[in-house]
Antibody
């Protein structure tokens, strides 16, 4: 069965960077788009960007240009998101989600990774 | 960016009630609209894709309608397990944008 397993919670200092992982299993990793979504406590959802692991193509929400960098390792079926120059505004839960073909939505989600930025 | 406006933000209803949640896009998004349910502490779950297609495994009391700029999620007979926050998401254009959410509680 399809599973997306994200890395654990992170407590990081302002100005630093963090790299979150999303390990995929149960399907061909290189055949589906992987998206990343941000959710701040009590707030709604924000789309960060997308990577196609088959060729590494990416697309970002302009708001996250320079903040988020998406990569994928085909050998381990793992997608990564690095967040840089962290501030308190980056404290949130971050989800990876697999998009089904033909725009049929994010049917599979990781469990979420809580990032807390605090000195 | 396309703005997605959901209404209401908060909704209180009784078991068995018919519930409707609305989502309005700031411009035409055709039928490229998905609905998600998120329970406390969990990842969102896909309910409806492309405005009116029921995701596999989702109960038939959930349905979606609309096209263009106005969309509706309907729960035909509210069940206790439907207590959650509901979000719409447009995938007509980049960046993808979510509605602000509707928190559904039992009366």
């Amino acid at each position: 069965q399809v599973q997306l397993q994200q890395s654990g919670a992170e407590l990081v200092k302002p100005g630093s960077s963090v790299k979150i992982s999303c390990k995929a299993s149960g399907y061909t990793f290189t055949s589906y788009d992987m998206h990343w979504i941000k959710q701040q406590p009590g707030n709604g959802l924000e789309w960060i960007g997308w990577i196609y692991p088959g060729n590494g193509n990416t697309k970002y929400n302009q708001k996250f240009n320079g903040k988020a960098t998406l990569t994928a390792d085909k050998s381990s079926s793992t997608a990564y998101m690095q967040l840089s120059s962290l501030t308190s505004e980056d404290s949130a839960v971050y989800f990876c989600a697999r998009e089904e073909r033909y725009g049929r939505g994010f049917a599979y989600w990781g469990q979420g990774t809580l990032v807390t930025v605090s000195s | 960016d396309i703005q997605m406006t959901q209404s209401p933000s908060f909704l209180s209803a009784s078991v068995g009630d018919r519930v409707t949640i609305n989502c309005k896009a700031s411009q035409n998004i055709n039928r490229y609209l998905n609905w998600y349910q998120q329970k406390l502490g969990e990842a969102p779950k896909l309910l409806i894709y492309n405005a009116n297609s029921l995701q596999t495994g989702i109960p038939s009391r959930f349905s979606g309608s609309g096209s263009g700029t106005d969309f509706t999620l309907t729960i035909s007979s509210l069940q206790p397990e439907d207590v959650a926050t509901y979000f719409c998401l447009q995938h007509n254009s980049w960046p993808r944008t979510f509605g602000g959410g509707t928190k559904l509680e039992l009366k």
